[in-house]
């Protein structure tokens, strides 16, 4: 009785200790706020790939047009001319005459990765010798150019930021907001923290003269995720991929189990494929395993298990909540439960990623394997001409007003 005893009592120490140092290093990591660069930053080219309409679709997309950066050429780049999100950037293009936009559409099959071919357009088309490409989800503050050239030093090939959720409706929703944030953005500032940070698609500030050296656009086509590739130019080249010091939220709105699951089953088969050895790891994630050995330990010692568990899940998922306070985060009072859910979802993730290549990314199934491909018969939005009304009466709510 004695080994296992010494077995759970080390296991619950060594997970205790990772997660009271990978909280107190994420904290420190995020804390550290550079002052975003204001009047120097050069001139700029925002490529901004659009697909269908997103949750707050209106809101993400105007904050394009409120950057307090103006040396930048925003380029919309849209596969087809009958995407309703087409109508949508014209209204703000119309109601912003100001600013220097263009609305690119066209279908460039350069690679397996769809959101790729549809930023080749929009690469080749920019202007400026710096390029950020940006999803279409990203909710752009007014400092948001100079926050990516605050983290930019003599070493860096590539800014980017993990997506933090924000605006959650409904239980599902928040689920995602504890995947997104106090789970893997929290692990990619640890990471970051020692200087190997992974590039993350949802923002990427480029130098143009670094990835053209690489093989240019095409070169993201390597890998079936572009932030992989663009992750192992960089490192390849002798440079270092950095984070911004504040991350950028990306608004949720309502989401169903099926969309966060099949969003996180994908990206979970990304990094399966991409980065194997980072991704074993995982198994030994979450709160569960380390639960586990809690109870363990208290049923060899004769401990209640119960009040032991508690006690210990409040630890693990309130020293989370601790984190999204600090970093002023969505944080719910029922985070443990939330918490708790994601993970135990967590081990079905890792074994559905080990076992399958398929996964459907804006009407495109694909395959991580072999990297074909195939349209999807059905639509993965069907109510989007409604989605185009609600935008677009959303879009003249945000109008201000004559005086």
Not at 72 to 101: Q, W
Not at 201 to 222: H, N
Not at 333 to 343: A, E, T, V
Not at 378 to 387: G, S
Request: proline letters at 6%; aromatic letters at 10%; hydrophobic letters at 50%.
């Amino acid at each position: 009785m004695a080994i296992p005893i010494l077995v759970a009592a080390i296991f619950c120490i060594f997970f205790v200790a990772v997660q009271i140092a990978g909280i107190a290093i994420a904290m420190a990591r995020l804390r550290r706020k550079a002052p975003a660069r204001l009047g120097d930053c050069p001139p700029v080219s925002l490529v901004r790939p659009l697909c269908g309409l997103d949750n707050f679709a209106a809101e993400t997309l105007r904050s394009t047009f409120e950057l307090d950066h103006r040396s930048c050429e925003i380029l919309f780049c849209v596969a087809a001319a009958n995407d309703p999100v087409v109508l949508l950037v014209k209204d703000l293009m119309a109601a912003h005459p100001g600013f220097e936009a263009r609305l690119l559409i066209g279908d460039d099959r350069l690679s397996a990765n769809p959101k790729l071919n549809n930023v080749v357009k929009g690469w080749r088309a920019a202007t400026h010798d710096w390029i950020v490409i940006a999803d279409s989800n990203v909710l752009m503050p007014r400092d948001y150019i100079g926050r990516l050239f605050a983290s930019w030093r003599a070493d860096t090939g590539l800014v980017a930021s993990p997506p933090i959720g924000s605006h959650p409706r409904g239980f599902w929703a928040v689920i995602e907001c504890a995947f997104l944030n106090t789970y893997q953005a929290r692990w990619q500032y640890i990471v970051d923290a020692f200087g190997n940070g992974f590039a993350q698609g949802k923002t990427m500030l480029w130098r143009r003269g670094d990835l053209e050296r690489a093989g240019g656009i095409a070169a993201l086509g390597r890998e079936v995720a572009e932030d992989a590739a663009a992750t192992k130019i960089v490192r390849d080249a002798g440079l270092n991929v950095r984070l911004v010091d504040c991350p950028l939220a990306q608004p949720l709105g309502r989401r169903s189990a099926g969309e966060v699951w099949n969003r996180q089953l994908r990206w979970a088969r990304l990094r399966r494929a991409c980065f194997l050895i980072y991704f074993l790891p995982e198994i030994l994630s979450g709160g569960v395993l380390p639960m586990l050995c809690a109870a363990i330990l208290a049923h060899a010692c004769g401990w209640p298990e119960l009040p032991l568990i508690a006690v210990f899940a409040l630890f693990w998922y309130g020293s989370e909540m601790l984190l999204a306070l600090v970093c002023r985060w969505h944080v719910s009072p029922f985070h443990p439960l939330y918490g708790l859910i994601r993970d135990l979802m967590l081990p079905a993730l890792f074994v559905g990623a080990l076992r399958g290549n398929d996964f459907v990314w804006r009407g495109n199934a694909m395959q991580v394997a072999r990297m074909r491909p195939t349209q999807v018969s059905a639509p993965l939005r069907p109510p989007l001409r409604e989605l185009a009304a609600i935008s677009r009466k959303r879009l003249r709510a945000l109008r201000p007003r004559a005086s």
